[in-house]
């Protein structure tokens, strides 16, 4: 578009073209260090409104016979509420828990704590948004429609890879899409970053949700998106994951690192966005159910077109790590379901535009995507 100089001039195209740039909210609290989970019953207790105002922890039902469970810093009406993390988060979920903890509080908590991976920390800010709003969680799914500040939360990763102790969205799957709430009340108030947490990750679900954030930098990275914000940390989250997926560190230092490895990429992704394996990933989940870092996966290694030298070091670690990923999902679906995938995925309009550009649509066809998920 061309100016003429006296347009430009005026002040009021002075406003009109001055760039907008994302005001984007970051956690403003975070420990990070071995045993440091220990520290959550001091920064709690500042946060503690009433004794009738319990603490709520959300935790993966992995723990539920473990020695985290007497680390749980409970006190007066403090309740544990165990979540399956074998399937992701949905809105019903979501509903069912808001209402339990209204009915069973006397008054409205004074924190939701999330202790697990990307499912219930999502769970976690889900809980915390919709104790302050009305309705069902379903009318927030999309971009900044929350009306209220969340309650106060805190998220404790147990497993890395996702980001979203970093993240502004929870991403739920609902009636007719999956969709994260996105907003700038859905960031963690706290997080603690405790390596120790991931011991006893089985190896199919580390690789797969460390693979997520594999992918994130190698999406943001190669993004149209990209800016010098996005890559500083994209490039850190891109080598942390190579030393811990192709190096030889010991078990502590490959905790410690992959667990900032996620923090970074999500970092990275908050200003700049995620790709191709990403949107074609949603659909599989959509339809089939399919865990998202696995999903991220089965759709990543088929993208040597959009991303060669991402796809190649994937395909090392994959041989490193003797990971075969599973074959034949999408044989033997009907069109219809192709179908279903297809439109899920070309829904995510800002994924396929960092991705290859303003253009996209001449880029990528229904037919291509086919292609993609017929060879899963
Ligand atoms: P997850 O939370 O689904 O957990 C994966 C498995 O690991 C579960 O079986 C869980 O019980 C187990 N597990 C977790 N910690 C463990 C531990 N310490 N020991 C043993 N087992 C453990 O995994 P995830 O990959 O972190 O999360 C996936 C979810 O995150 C999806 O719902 C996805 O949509 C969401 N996600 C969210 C964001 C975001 O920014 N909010 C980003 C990406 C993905
Ligand atoms: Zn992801």
Redesign the pocket.
Known sequence: MEFKNETINSERDKQILKPSYRNFPMVPKVVFGEGSFDQLGDILMLKRESVDAPMIYLV????KN?SLINRIPLLFEDRIIFQ??????KTEQVDALVANIKENCKELPSGIIGI???????LA?AVAIMLKNKGSSVKYQGWDLVNKPAIYHVGI?????????????????GPTK?L?INSDY?VFDQVILDPE??????KN??F??GM?CYI?CIESLNGTFLNAFSQSYGEKALDLCKDVFLGNLNDSEARAKLMMASWHG?MS?AYSQVGIAHALSYGL?FLLGI???LANCLVFQHLQEFYPEGVATFKKILNKHAIDLPKDICKGLSEDQFNIMINVSLKMTPLWENALGKDWKTRISPEKIRDIYSKI
């Open positions: 993966d039902d992995v723990f473990s399956c993390a074998e399937q992701e988060p697990g991976g990307g499912t219930v920390m999502d800010k990763p147990t497993i890395s890879g996702t980001g979203a102790e970093v993240s502004r969205t929870t991403v739920l799957m999956k994260g859905t947490l991931l011991q006893g990750v089985p679900k580390w797969y949700t997520d994130h999500g992704i989940s865990r998202h870092g």
